[in-house]
């Protein structure tokens, strides 16, 4: 059945979620408060690798899509997801993204209509934040008047296997009405919906599965940090440890988490349980600090380096590979290259950065944006694989460098050195 759908937030969550929507027949009003972006989305311009130029006007060649920093086309809407950002600020939860929408949404919205919430949050944050929202600026009530639930949002950008139709979807729902509308809805463009008890659950499952990662990725950057001096190679001890068909999970090191998810859901984690329970979770909190701390040890790293060539960091020449969180996506939320580049500047390095997928002005004032090729390689005294996009070719990077130390594992060469 036919939906008029509001999604609320059209970046890399929202983005992917409005046009799979409008695929299977929904009419989709996608609301963002930067102009800018609606501007580019209304002339067919994507900015989310995911989504392809071609794809999002053929959503708007269907008068299906309208994308608008306003909310006067989202009355009447059937259905209300938010996909608004949740990030932390010195380690408190800001969930004021979400709080402006719920007072948005309350003042359209009518009876019979659903809410669903796939913002990253704390467990309880449906129930106990969200709703009272709602309630109040719509004189309507949850579970009675409308139906009101949580999805946590599962994108994996750049991910060309796992993508919005056939990765699983958890729903939940603060009643059995309001979970068997939500989902309906996601099954009208998700091959598996996965229903749960309660909001809780699925709030808590979101924030699960990232822990697990950033707790595991934290394991193999503090092996990492320590093997040079066991004289082992990470990269090999992993590989053969992979062999093992049961028992054990490959992870990577690198140069720390980045993005929306790693950095963020584990102290969502953390804080609420500290809140309610006066408690602690030992081993999120020590995955933080690693994590936290990669940047530090790849730009001592580098800094050691510059020392064994008798080249002090102040005035040498760094070329940074990549700039985003992840490799062949643009998205630098986060990123721990960032932290890299600015401890280099503030330690006097010249720092140049090849960065293809980035829009430049998102960059900081201190990096220098040049163009990958041989003669930003033959140009820098050291180079550092930060983000291995594909497009790099790491051939010539090993061929043509002085010296290169590599976080990714993708060099080769008498002058590379690895994470």
Known sequence: MTKTVTVVGQGYVGLPLAMAAVEVGHRVVGVDVDERRVARLAAGDSFVEDISEQQLRSAIETGRY????????????????????????????????????????????????TVVLESTTYPGTTDQLLAPILEQGSGLKAGIDFRLGYSPERIDPSNKTW????????????DDESLEEIRAF??????????????????LTKLLENTFRHVNIALVNEIAAVAPELGVDIWEAIDAADSKPFGFMRFT?????????????????LWQVRQTSRS???????????????????????????????????????????????????????????????????????VHAAEPHTDPEFLPSEIDLVEFGKDALVWADAVVVLTDHDVFDYELVAEHSTYVFDTRNRCVGSTVELL
């Open 66 to 113: 309208l994308p608008t920093a306003t909310w006067e086309a989202t009355a009447g809407s059937d259905i209300f997801v938010v996909t608004v950002p949740t990030p932390l600020r010195e380690g408190i939860p800001d969930l004021s993204y979400v709080e402006s929408a719920g007072r948005e949404i309350s003042e359209r919205l009518v009876v019979g209509a």
């Open 163 to 174: 993508g919005m139709r056939n990765t699983p979807k958890v729903v939940s729902g603060i």
């Open 186 to 203: 996601y099954a009208s463009f998700v091959d598996e919906v996965v229903p749960v008890s309660s909001t809780r659950t699925a709030e």
């Open 253 to 269: 090191p690198g140069p720390g988490v980045g993005g929306h998810c790693l950095p963020i859901d584990p102290s969502y984690l």
């Open 280 to 350: 602690d979770l030992r081993m999120v909190s020590a995955a933080n600090e690693i994590n936290d701390h990669m940047p530090d040890h790849v730009v001592s790293r580098v800094q050691a380096a510059l020392n064994r060539q008798r080249l002090a960091v102040n005035g040498a020449k760094v070329l940074l590979l990549g700039m985003a969180y992840k490799k062949n996506v643009g998205d630098i939320r986060e990123s721990p290259s960032l932290s890299v580049a600015r401890q280099l500047h503030e330690l006097g390095a010249e």
